[in-house]
Structure formats: C-alpha cells, structure tokens
C-alpha cells in the first residue's frame, strides 16, 4: 500500500495537470493533502477545519508578497484579501487580522497591485483634484 506522501504526491500531480499553481500554493496543497490523508491512515477523521485552525496555512513572512498575498487561512494567493476573506471565509479583514496578529499598518493588499494602483491616480491627477476639494471645502 501507497504511503500518505506517495498518496499525497500523486493526487497533487492529477491536480496540477488540470490547475496552474504557484510554488508556494502548490506547496500548501501538498501539506494539506499529507496531513489528512495521514489522519485517515492513523484512523482519524480529518477536518479541514481543525487543520486550518491549529496553524496558519501560509507563514506571515511569506503571506505578504509583492505580487500577491497569500490566505493564512487556505494558502490561495490574491491581489487583494478583504473580498476573499468576506466570500470564502465569512470574515471581516479586522478579525483576520485579529486571529493571526496581524497589525494596522500591513497592507491586505499585493505591494504590486498598490503600486500599480497609486500611480493610475498620480497620472490622472487625482492628488491635485483632492486637494483642491479640500481648499474648496475650506472657504
């Protein structure tokens, strides 16, 4: 009989061919794949739940990346999390944060996509249309 890592490499393989994935998501599928099935060798009932409860799935350090931020609760990589915290996980980002202590001053969102995103409003002028909404504002 297949060892749980054999098990584990051979369904992560299927889902590969079919699924395009990063280094570090692919790297998280697999930790996941051999953790339940060795609960189930050991005879245990797996719950994802409890799994995903214990640790984080993704470490902080790696979590906050420049082309994506990574789900510490799934491992799936995004622009943004506040949406996917939302939809898939039923959770405000302020309880997210909470749960992995995460402080204020770390972006939700990808260094990139915030880049990319603060110069589309510097080339369209919105700093200057906003500061003079304010001057206006004033008078």
């Known amino acids: 009989m297949a060892t749980p890592t054999e098990l584990a490499a051979q369904i992560l393989a299927a889902h590969l061919s079919k699924t395009e994935m990063t280094k570090e998501e692919m790297l998280a599928e697999l930790t996941e794949l051999h953790q339940t099935l060795a609960a189930l060798d050991r005879g245990e009932n797996p719950s994802t739940e409890a799994i995903a409860e214990d640790e ?33 996980h039923d959770m ?48």
């Open 56 to 88: 984080p799935a993704v470490s902080r350090k790696k979590a906050f990346g420049k082309e994506a931020i990574y789900c510490m609760i799934c491992g799936k990589g995004f622009k943004t999390l506040s949406r996917h915290l939302r939809t898939a």
């Open 92 to 139: 405000l980002p302020k309880e997210y944060r909470q749960r992995f202590d995460i402080p204020l001053s770390q972006s939700l969102a990808a260094r990139s996509y915030s880049e990319t995103r603060r110069q589309m409003a510097l080339d369209r002028g919105l700093a200057d249309n906003l500061a003079q909404a304010r001057a206006n504002k004033k008078k």
